[in-house]
């Protein structure tokens, strides 16, 4: 269901473009396979991890 649509995405990204995903733990590895074949494992730059905080912090005013 993806790769279609991430093959289109490719066709209209410039060359200097970015793609930002968010998904959860499940679901990164079989996406990265998929970029991977799509994009190339060389134009990987990086992975950046979110934890959203529920309660409010001791420094909050």
């Known amino acids: 269901m993806m790769y279609p649509r ?3 995405l ?3 990204l410039t060359e200097d473009g970015a793609i930002f ?3 959860d733990d499940n679901e ?3 996406l990265r396979l998929l970029m991977d ?3 190339g ?3 990987f730059v990086a ?3 979110w934890q959203k905080v ?4 001791n420094s909050a005013k």
């Open 41 to 43: 494992a060389s134009n």
């Open 21 to 23: 995903i968010c998904l």
């Open 6 to 8: 991430l093959a289109l």
């Open 10 to 12: 490719k066709q209209f």
């Open 54 to 57: 529920y309660s409010p912090k």
């Open 47 to 49: 992975t950046v991890l």
């Open 28 to 30: 990164i590895g079989p």
């Open 37 to 39: 074949e799509i994009f």
